[in-house]
């Protein structure tokens, strides 16, 4: 390894005022001309670790607010310093490699992204290189001997991914415990287990709960507030799903309708099936959304995030047919995916369809639309996800994110701007089942298991779906009411301006509300009129939706009093006073039902 004063002449000089150049939108252009100057939280940043001098350092910084450009001023500041004299920097996937590569060229750091553990040490013309924590876990020995190497400066970027397993955590801390300097990144302070975070502090807070503590953060409100991220427009879809269950039965449900966890994840599956009309629908809806966008932003994309190889390849079908060009379709974590998603980034194309790997640290900062077409459900990932599409380059840029209404997805949405840290222990979670859906319970769903003569007798089979616009969610309030795809009320959603401020987008949400209002009381008017009466099929939506959710609020609570599984209580009710299970119940059965539950727990008292 080759320290700063010994580079080769003619090497680029490495220094802060090097640092100064990089563009805290990197690789795009920074916001408002920012390019010659750290923005105002990178700089509070950077002052706070110059004057602590840590060892260790976690900076917790919403996706899009510019980690990379905070990290690599950090490494030309230790390397002018002569603190440090080698960096290793760790990155989720192998495109984020070459990514970092990238960015350090810029400020006269120079980063092998190729490096493989089969080389044994690093280039001498490199400062350092770039890894993934997989490599890192296979060969913890080879990496602590690289990092004893030197005067060593190690990165993580997006640590949280050091307790993605046991191992993984050890090997981190085997490789990198003797490193002079050690700078955690995140954007995602906290994991939906509790596997350890290497070399992050986590302190008890006022319920005794260890919870990792940020030497800096950075969260999605002050980031929006400050213009460093776009204000992100919700757009939920609800609907009516047919599917067959593994038992042979027909099952019929609203989708989100605050069902159990299995109803509520087979009607998200069946919404997701690329054979329905749901995802079709929902597609054509965002396609005319990014249109919109286009016509203010014309180099606008749109992204769909798959849950799998196949709903992927048949998405991109489905936008062919909608839009007339060929998506990018972007498939595994490989060079050749690597390179399309740069083609796309760099390109005006309208969209790429990609599996989970588009989720975390991949920059296009063109995305302005996306479908959230996956069943993943975890805090972690839907932040990355939304992550994807937050950063901005100019004034005004909006995102918008096409959501089912499934309410773990709902509930996350709405919470958006809250800065999360990762808990080492439980927290009482009483309550929490009528609103996150775990990514378990998915997986039960999705599961397709043998058929057998004592079990299963048929796979689940989706049958079939349609979509129906539901609401607008945005800054922790709720816009809109159920209407048809197509109507005027969706396309007065659809069709809001591409560039807005965050105060604009709110107003505006407000008088297509509004107007949505007028619209509905003057076909009431006229039925009334007419001397008929005027259909309001979304109002019963609405109605049984709010029915199912206060019936299993209440056999949740007499469960926790009593014991019983949730199934027997639903069933002694269905005993007591008649109906079908509850996505077929009308409202007066359902109402039957939480009469008799606040009796029972009425007379218990």
Not at 20 to 39: C, D, I, Q, Y
Not at 320 to 336: A, F, M
């Amino acid at each position: 390894m080759t320290p700063p004063s010994d580079r080769p002449s003619g090497a680029r000089q490495v220094g802060t005022s090097a640092a100064e150049h990089l563009s805290p939108a990197f690789p795009e252009r920074a916001v408002r001309g920012t390019a010659s100057k750290l923005r105002a939280w990178q700089q509070e940043a950077l002052d706070l670790y110059l004057h602590k001098s840590p060892r260790d350092f976690l900076a917790a910084a919403t996706p899009g607010a510019g980690k990379t450009t905070f990290a690599l001023r950090i490494a030309t500041e230790l390397l002018a310093s002569g603190t440090i004299n080698r960096i290793t920097i760790v990155a989720p996937t192998e495109h984020l490699k070459s990514q970092w590569a990238d960015a350090a060229h810029r400020v006269g750091i120079r980063i092998d992204p190729n490096f493989r553990n089969a080389d044994g040490r690093a280039g001498r013309h490199y400062h350092g290189v770039v890894v993934t924590y997989a490599q890192v876990a296979t060969r913890a020995a080879l990496h602590r001997s690289m990092t004893e190497s030197g005067r060593s400066l190690v990165i993580l970027d997006e640590v949280h991914h050091g307790g993605d397993a046991l191992s993984w955590g050890d090997a981190i801390r085997e490789a990198f415990e003797p490193a002079t300097r050690r700078l955690s990144l995140t954007g995602t302070p906290f994991r939906s287990d509790t596997s350890p975070i290497p070399f992050v502090e986590y302190l008890p807070d006022e319920k005794g709960i260890r919870t990792s503590r940020a030497d800096y953060s950075y969260g999605y409100g002050r980031a929006l507030a400050d213009g460093v991220v776009r204000p992100v427009i919700f757009l939920s879809y609800a609907g009516r799903m047919r599917w067959r269950t593994r038992s042979g039965d027909e099952m019929e449900a609203n989708l989100g309708a605050g069902d159990t966890k299995d109803i509520t994840a087979q009607a998200w599956r069946t919404a997701l099936n690329p054979e329905g009309d749901w995802i079709p629908s929902v597609l054509a809806a965002a396609n005319r959304r990014l249109t919109e966008v286009r016509n203010h932003v014309p180099d606008a994309g749109g992204l769909v995030i798959a849950t799998d190889h196949f709903a992927a390849r048949a998405y991109a079908d489905i936008l062919l047919k909608i839009t007339g060009e060929q998506p990018t379709v972007v498939l595994s974590d490989e060079k050749e995916a690597n390179d399309r998603i740069a083609q796309f980034s760099a390109g005006t194309s309208r969209w790429m369809v990609a599996v989970r790997m588009v989720s975390e640290g991949v920059d296009v900062p063109r995305l302005g639309v996306g479908v959230y077409a996956t069943s993943a459900s975890t805090p972690l990932f839907f932040a990355q996800a939304i992550g994807r599409f937050v950063r901005t380059r100019r004034r005004g840029e909006t995102a918008s994110i096409f959501l089912p209404t499934v309410p773990a997805l709902m509930a996350l949405a709405q919470t958006m701007e809250l800065e999360r840290d990762h808990a080492l222990d439980r927290e009482d979670r009483e309550g929490l089942e009528e609103i996150l859906l775990d990514d378990d319970a998915l997986g039960d769903a999705n599961r397709t298991e043998a058929a057998s003569a004592d079990a299963d007798l048929f796979d689940f089979k989706a049958l079939a779906s349609d979509a129906s616009f539901d609401r607008v969610l945005y800054d922790g309030g709720e816009f809109g009411f159920a209407a048809e795809v197509g109507s005027l009320e969706e396309l007065d959603f659809l069709g809001l301006p591409g560039l807005l401020e965050p105060d604009q987008v709110r107003e505006l949400l407000q008088a297509r509300q509004a107007k949505q209002s007028r619209r509905t009381e003057g076909r009431k008017r006229v039925a009334e009129a007419l001397g008929g009466e005027l259909h309001e099929a979304q109002a019963l939506h609405r109605t049984l939706k709010e029915q199912r959710k206060l019936l299993n609020t209440l056999v949740g609570m007499r469960a926790r009093r009593t014991g019983e599984a949730h199934a027997s209580i639903h069933a002694e009710l269905r005993r007591m006073v008649g109906g079908p299970p509850v996505p077929q119940a009308s409202v007066a059965q359902l109402q039957a039902r939480i009469d008799l539950l606040r009796k029972i727990a009425t007379s218990s008292h």
